[in-house]
């Protein structure tokens, strides 16, 4: 089932204000059939979208980047994720969301997979009418910043 698909986040132990953040952004297909996913608004697709969750001292980092507005998908849209196989990008996270003070950090990843569905559903690319969305989510990870030193 589409549901199977897991995601998570990888971070560094720490990072230097005004450097980029890095994090390895993933998702597994944790089922027994191939899933069709739509890649957009996704990690998949950079960052043009809001798909993370950011805290800093116990407010949330808004989304500063850019916003995407699609057509209909064709089938490059779409990725097909194998039974066990796992996917992943880096994603400089700093290029979306103000990252403006040392401290701890927690991240999650918090996407909408617009349209995700098992190959034996049928095959993309599916009219907006037939899109099926879910949203995917992780555990919050925690990431460390400092300030930069000489």
């Known amino acids: 089932m589409a549901e199977d ?14 450097q980029p953040i890095t994090v390895t952004c993933w998702m597994r297909n ?12 996704t990690f998949l697709e950079g960052l043009d979208a809001d798909f993370l969750r950011i805290t800093h001292e116990d407010q949330t980092i808004t989304y500063d980047g850019v ?12 990725l097909q994720l194998a ?12 290029e979306g969301y103000a990252i403006a003070a040392p401290g701890h950090y927690e991240v999650a990843l918090r996407m909408r997979a617009h349209d995700i ?34």
């Open 67 to 78: 916003f995407v507005r699609y057509g209909d998908p064709g089938p490059e849209s779409y």
């Open 30 to 41: 944790r089922g027994a059939q191939p899933v069709w996913l739509l890649r957009w608004g």
């Open 117 to 150: 569905f098992e190959d034996s559903q049928g095959t993309p690319p599916r009219g907006l009418a037939d899109h099926r969305s879910l949203v995917l989510s992780s555990s919050p990870v925690e990431l460390r910043v400092v300030e930069g030193g000489e």
């Open 83 to 94: 039974p066990g196989e796992r996917v992943s990008a880096q994603v400089d996270i700093s």
């Open 5 to 18: 698909v897991e995601c998570g986040l990888e971070v560094a132990d720490e990072y230097v204000l005004g």
